[in-house]
């Protein structure tokens, strides 16, 4: 800052600089959709192995 109390000009930034933080985006928004579709899918599958689970031991209660 100047004696005189103007600041001294900000170098703005270049196309490069706005591509590169949209890509950073991008690629950071990517990864989480692609997680929570993951994690989505262990939770379904979970639920359907303690499914299964319950179905067996109705069936094996019923036999015997």
Do not use: T
Not at 10 to 23: A, I, P
């Amino acid at each position: 800052q100047a004696e005189d109390g103007i600041r001294d000009v900000e170098r703005s930034r270049g196309l490069g600089d706005v591509y590169k933080r949209q890509m950073h985006y991008i690629i950071q928004h990517q990864f989480l959709k692609e997680l929570g579709v993951m994690i989505l899918q262990m939770v379904l599958q979970f639920l359907d192995y303690q499914n299964m689970l319950k179905d067996y031991s109705n069936l094996q209660n019923y036999i015997q």
